[in-house]
């Protein structure tokens, strides 16, 4: 099961539709949960071993990716989640060639500052991360997560 967000422009149906699912506009972090949700309660009901924290662990990833692609990215350009046998690939594209940084969650002079925990949280609950270039510019990251 694939359901997919993409930005596409305004009157051009996206290819595909009647399958996986499209959004136009920008692809929110709510949006993004709610996929996975659904694609991993399908699972769950086919019969396939679900961890107790499968769901959150997938939907607290497809947050923070697109979370960081509308901050950080220029803007979610597709969104897509899929099951991979036992686990869930989330993929978030971006506008971006900058990659992912990791920022010590307090400055320099030892106060705590904000931001800067959302990517240490992808890198710790998926199993495997990749950044890709993507030929039209920006990149695409996809992040696998257990369901067991």
Do not use: Y
């Not at 499209?22 to 996929?35: D, M, T, Y």
């Not at 993929?91 to 705590?112: H, K, T």
């Not at 904000?114 to 996809?142: F, M, T, Y």
């Amino acid at each position: 099961m694939t359901e997919q967000c993409r930005n596409t422009p305004a009157g051009e149906p996206p290819s595909g539709a009647g399958g996986p699912e499209w959004c136009a506009g920008a692809c929110k972090p709510s949006e993004a949960r709610r996929a996975v949700a659904r694609v991993v309660a399908a699972c769950c009901r086919a019969g396939r071993p679900c961890g107790e924290h499968a769901v959150s662990d997938a939907q607290l990833v497809a947050s923070e990716l697109t979370t960081n692609a509308i901050l950080h990215g220029g803007g979610v350009t597709e969104f897509q989640v899929e099951l991979v046998g036992c686990e869930v690939r989330v993929c978030v594209s971006d506008r971006s060639d900058r990659l992912p940084v990791a920022r010590a969650v307090a400055a320099d002079d030892g106060r705590s500052r904000l931001g800067g925990r959302g990517w240490p949280i992808v890198c710790r609950l998926a199993r495997d991360v990749e950044v890709l270039d993507l030929p039209s510019g920006g990149k695409r990251i996809s992040a696998v997560v257990p369901l067991s």
